[in-house]
Every structure is written in C-alpha cells, then in structure tokens.
C-alpha cells in the first residue's frame, strides 16, 4: 500500500468538536454539529453533501468514529472535511454528591461577584445552602435529644462538663510545665466555665418551679441550638460571605415564624403565648414544624442535585475544584484531549484544524491548546523563516486590555495569522540538517459556544487570603480575582487573545537567553489561532443562555463576540444553552441568526472571506463595559 504523501493529497481541514458537560453519549455533540455546518436535510444548499463515517486510523476505537464530507462547496482547493469529537464524559463518571456540595460552599466563599445581573443567583443558592445547614443541624439535635430520653439539659451540659473538664486538666499540665502563656489563655476560659456554672445553679435554685416555659438551659438547647450550630457551620464552609446569607436565611425564617405565632394564636388561643413563641421556632427542637421543614428542604435539595446538580454540575466541580481528589480526573481529561491534538498534527493528513467547542468544553478546549501549544513552541520552525506577516504580528501594538481595538485591527489579526500558520507549515515541511524535525502549530480557529470561560474569574481565579481580607477590614472583592486573573496572564498561564506583551517581548516571541535568538513563547497561542465566541444574550436569568457570555473583556479585545438569536427577528428563547447547532427551531430553521453565524465562523470552504467578514458583525467592546 502507498504511503500518505501530503504534497500529492488533497486538502483537509479537521473539525474536532469538543462537548460540554452532563452525561453526553459519544457523538451526539459532533452529530449536532454537523447538521448544523454542513448536513441539514431541509437546506436546499446542502442537498449535494454527503457525509461518511469509519473508524480512527488506528481503529482502536469504533465508538468514536470519524465523519468524512465529500468535497466543500466553493472551496478553491477542492477540500474535504473530517469532523471528530473528543469525548471526556467518561472520564468524569461517578461524581459523588459531597463533591458538588462541597464546590457549592467554595464558590459561595467567594460572594456575590458573578456577572452583571447572576448576582440573585449566588444568593438564592447562599440562602438556601445555609438552610440546609439549620436543617442538617436540626435533624441530628433532634436524633440525639431521642436517646437522650428528651432530656434537653443533657445536651448541652454533658458536652459542657466535658469541655471544661479537658480545659481544667489542660491548666494542671500547662502548669506543671510552666507553659505561662498557655496557663494564662486556659485560666480565662476556666474562669468563664465556672462562672457559667455559677449562674446556671442560681437560675435552677431561684427560678420559679412548675412553669410551662423551660428553664434557661432547657431553652437555650430547644431553641438557639440549632441555629448557633448552624451558624458556625456556615462559618466554617463559607466564611464572612456565608454568614451573609445566614443573616438572610434567619430573617426568611423570622417572617415564617410570624405566620406560625399567628397560625397557632388563632387555633389554640389559650395556650401561654411563651409557649407559642418557643414553639413557633421553626429550627426549634421542640417546634412541631422543625422535622417537615428540614425534611422539606433537605428533600428539595436532593431532588435538584439528582435532576441537576450531579449530572451536570458534578462535572463542573470536578473540573474547576482544585482538590486532590480531582487531580486525577483533570489530568486523565487534559492528556485525552492534547494527546487527540497531536495525533490530529502528526497524521499529516490536514493543513487546517478548527477546535469547535461547547459550554465547560471550552475551558477543556482552552486548556488543550494551551498545554499543546506550550508543549510545541520550542520545536516550531525559526521565526527567520515566516515571513513578513509574523513579524507584523510580533511587532503590533495590540493589548488584550486594549478595548478601542478596531474592526480594522482585529481584521488585520485574522489575515495575518492564517497567512502565519501556513508559513509555519510549509517551514515544518521543508527537509532540514536538523537532527529533530520542526512541529507544525495548524490550529486556524477556536470557535466556543455558551463558553464558561465567561465566569473565568469566578470559577477559575482566587482571592486573597481569608487572613489578608480579615487584616483588611473587608470581604473577598471582584478586584481581588481580576488582580489573580491578570497574575495568570503575566505569567503566561492563560494566553489572551491578542497575547499580552511582558517587557521587551513581542506579541509572539521573547529573545532567549542561552541562544540570544528570538523564539515564539508559549503565550503566543492567539496571536496565530483567531477565537470566535458565538452565545446568546441572557435576559432575565433563564431566557437565553446564562452559562455562555462575552469573553473579550476577559480573555481579549481581539476575540470577535457574536451574540446570536434563534429568530431572524431577533429576541430570545428559554434556556438555549443547548441551541447553537439546533436547525430545528422554528420560524427561520437553517436561516436563523445563530445557525449562519455558525457556518461563517467554522468556515469550510476555507476559501471565502467568512470568518474575516464576521469581525464586522462583531459586537461593539462597549456594550461590554459593565461586564
């Protein structure tokens, strides 16, 4: 059999699709996809094409199959198209529910900084995370006052005794030792327990006997147990932002018990009204509405976590949560999906690949580029040898902060870079004395759709310290995850589209030390590949799509955002996070805003001016400013 020879073949451009999150079967993403660019039965121009499917190359793998088209239409070159998908949901099977409660509470340590107008949202879920706490609370208090034989007192004071019997003990051995500074810290607390036994002692003498209220110890155990225990669980998970929302969790719960004070003065109006406001408490351990209402919100929250939360946000918290137990999964996912782009570079068989990605696969997306593009910036060919329109690149002036970017610039990008990346193939192709061949970098666009990476410096950013924020006198601040988020970017963590200069560099390349020649760092990433951001405007929190936004406030003044609709007409449809590719939506199907926008911004014909003309149909950088 002959070999592939690349310079007889003819020309390929490679769609890999990458999908978002929830439980996606293998194809279903890059399937849509494909009715949406290239095969929708009821587009009369697309009755010619036709579509085939095989296995990989290497035919390790028949569930992932790879979707082949006859040639494009008014392509020049007479392309052919290969559509892929990197699937990762495997990868994230098992998600455990701790894992997304856990996620919950750390995002709500981070207050209410989400993107203009999602604000209501951190706090409807606050409020209802520090619910679930009094409920928690409420439901083992109410356990351990059972086999305490309802004895309330025992409750509190056997844990008392108990605790101050280890101070005490604590005392004798700090002394003993000669520990001066701890025998003074345990003396306070000794002489604060026995002054609280003091009054506790002469309340039970002194107090009037035979009463229907309980004692003070009683009382305080029935009552303002729970909610103590529940505050300082709030504390403890969500910090200063957490106990916020239990401010606001206590004063839903105040205006449910004034409905229940009314409530049972109007049914049994002769019972003692200290007996109604005791029992009235709905966190109360003696309230007859504390076990429905904590079953109650407890049972919601796993009805929401089963229909929602795990299956789709499961996959969230295990990709954004930087824990241990995470690290595996994010690897196992980040050297899936570069291992795919290599393959795609190393086949030969293409000249162009376009990363088409959706809602948390884009961040995956990104992630992959990244790391690829890290991993090949060192062996791509000498920048001497890529002509004029890298130089011009190399040498602007563009700044991702830049926001007066003009049409004419970002045009100037586009037409630069794709012209760059074909001189750094026929460079990579070229025979060289070179003991180790140059890499090709063939990645012409990065087209994201519903993006997460939006809520970038909500979901992928860290403030400062709780310590710093304490010794400051405030709370966690968007500023503070902006100022992480710039960190990131001048340290060529996260490249930015254009790519940010640092000191003498230039856009692409820095001068490197050891060689003295210039070299293309791995920041350079979007200074060569053009990012497309196609998403629909939110309104109202769940009309259009509220994971997907803007990103070049973000990420880039370069990249061109496009916020579509389903309808010509325009306005906006519920939930349409899962829309971009659907040519199903009636009135306009295949002529809808946001199916157009598609197909000019994946572009296969690869020979019109698509993607260069859609920079025109862009949004303008301040309809953002708020952002």
Same mark, same amino acid.
């Given at each position: ?42 587009n009369? =121009?697309?009755? $010619?094409?036709?579509?085939?499917t ?6 390790s793998?028949?569930?992932?199959a ?9 392509s ?16 994230m ?5 701790v ?22 949202l951190w706090?409807?879920?606050?409020? /209802? ?5 009094? !409920? ?5 208090? #109410? ?6 034989q309802?004895?309330?007192? +025992? ?18 051995v700090?002394?003993?030792?000669k ?5 003074k810290?345990l =003396? ?6 026995? +002054? ?5 002692f ?18 305080? *155990?029935?009552? %303002? ?5 529940a505050w300082?669980? !709030? ?11 239990f ?5 839903i719960?105040?205006? &449910?018990?004034?409905? /229940? ?12 009204? %200290? ?18 209402? !904590? ?8 009805? +929401?976590?089963?229909a /929602? ?11 954004f ?5 995470? &690290? ?25 690949? &376009?990363?088409?990605?959706? !809602? ?8 992959m ?10 062996e ?5 040898e ?17 926001a #007066? ?16 990346? =074909? ?7 070229k025979?060289?004395?070179q003991q180790? #061949? ?6 012409t666009?990065?087209? *994201? ?13 860290? $403030? #400062? ?11 966690? *601040? ?7 988020f ?12 254009p ?7 230039g ?15 791995n920041?350079a ?12 405007p ?8 509220a ?14 955002d496009? %916020?579509?609709?389903t309808?010509?007409?325009g306005?906006?449809d ?13 009135p306009?199907?295949?002529l ?6 598609l ?5 296969? %014909?690869?020979?019109?001016? =698509?993607?260069?003309?859609l920079?025109?149909? $862009? ?9």
């Amino acid at each position: 059999m002959a070999e592939f020879d690349p310079a007889t073949a003819r020309k390929r451009t490679a769609i890999l699709v990458v999908h978002g999150i929830g439980s996606q079967r293998a194809l279903e993403t890059v399937r849509g996809v494909i009715r949406g660019v290239w095969l929708d039965e009821n587009n009369p =121009a697309d009755k $010619g094409k036709r579509i085939w499917t095989h296995p990989e190359k290497d035919g390790s793998d028949i569930d992932l199959a790879v979707m082949t088209t006859n040639t494009v239409p008014d392509s020049p070159d007479s392309r052919l198209v290969d559509f892929h998908e990197l699937y990762w949901a495997h990868l994230m099977s098992e998600t455990k529910a701790v894992a997304v409660l856990l996620w919950l509470y750390e995002l709500v340590r981070k207050g209410p900084i989400m993107k203009y107008g999602m604000n209501g949202l951190w706090w409807a879920a606050a409020i /209802f995370l520090c619910l679930m706490n009094l !409920s928690f609370a409420v439901l083992v208090l #109410k356990g351990i006052l059972l086999f305490s034989q309802n004895v309330a007192q +025992v409750m509190l004071v056997a844990p008392f005794l108990l605790l101050f019997a280890s101070l005490l003990l604590g005392l004798v051995v700090a002394a003993k030792w000669k520990a001066f500074r701890l025998i003074k810290l345990l =003396a306070v607390f000794c002489v604060v327990g026995i +002054v609280v036994i003091a009054i506790y002692f002469l309340v039970e003498k002194f107090a009037p006997g035979n009463r229907d209220v309980p004692d003070g110890a009683e009382l305080f *155990t029935l009552v %303002a147990l729970p909610t103590l225990i529940a505050w300082l669980a !709030s504390f403890m998970l969500m910090g200063r932002q957490g106990l916020r929302a239990f401010s606001r969790a206590i004063a839903i719960s105040a205006v &449910v018990f004034g409905i /229940f004070v009314c409530t049972d003065r109007h049914w049994h109006p002769d019972t003692p009204f %200290a007996v109604t406001m005791v029992k009235s408490w709905v966190w109360g351990l003696n309230s007859p509405w504390s076990v429905a209402s !904590s079953a109650a919100v407890i049972g919601l929250y796993l009805i +929401v976590n089963a229909a /929602f939360l795990q299956p789709y946000l499961g996959d969230a918290a295990r990709y954004f949560r930087n824990s241990p137990g995470n &690290v595996a999964v994010r690897r196992a996912i980040r050297k899936e999906a570069v291992d795919r782009l290599a393959n795609l570079h190393a086949s030969g068989q293409y000249d162009r690949i &376009v990363v088409v990605a959706h !809602s948390l696969g884009t961040v995956v997306a990104y992630d992959m580029l990244r790391a690829y593009f890290s991993r090949v910036c060192n062996e791509l060919p000498p920048v001497e040898e890529l002509g004029a329109d890298f130089d011009a690149i190399d040498s602007a002036a563009w700044q991702p902060e830049d926001a #007066k970017a003009t049409i004419q610039d970002k045009k100037a990008l586009r037409i630069k870079a794709r012209a760059t990346i =074909a001189s750094i193939a026929a460079a990579a192709a070229k025979p060289t004395s070179q003991q180790q #061949k140059s890499k090709s970098w063939l990645v012409t666009d990065f087209v *994201t759709l519903g993006s997460a990476l939006t809520h970038a410096y909500f979901l992928m950013c860290l $403030g #400062k310290p709780a310590a710093d924020l304490k010794a400051e006198g405030r709370l966690n *601040t968007e500023q503070d995850l902006k100022d992480d988020f710039a960190r990131r970017v001048g340290e060529r963590e996260f490249p930015t589209c254009p790519p940010k200069r640092l000191d003498l560099d230039g856009l692409l390349t820095f001068t490197n030390p050891k060689t003295h020649r210039r070299q293309i760092h791995n920041g350079a990433l979007f200074g060569l590949t053009r990012w497309s951001n196609i998403y629909f405007p939110r309104r109202q929190l769940f009309w259009g799509d509220a994971i997907g936004g803007a990103l070049s406030p973000i990420f880039g003044y370069h990249i061109v955002d496009l %916020a579509v609709s389903t309808r010509k007409a325009g306005g906006d449809d519920f939930f349409t996070h899962t829309a971009y590719w659907d040519v199903r939506r009636a009135p306009d199907t295949y002529l809808a805003p946001h199916i157009v926008t598609l197909r000019k911004a994946i572009d296969l %014909a690869e020979g019109a001016t =698509a993607a260069i003309d859609l920079v025109d149909e $862009g949004d303008d950088p301040s309809a953002h400013d708020g952002n």
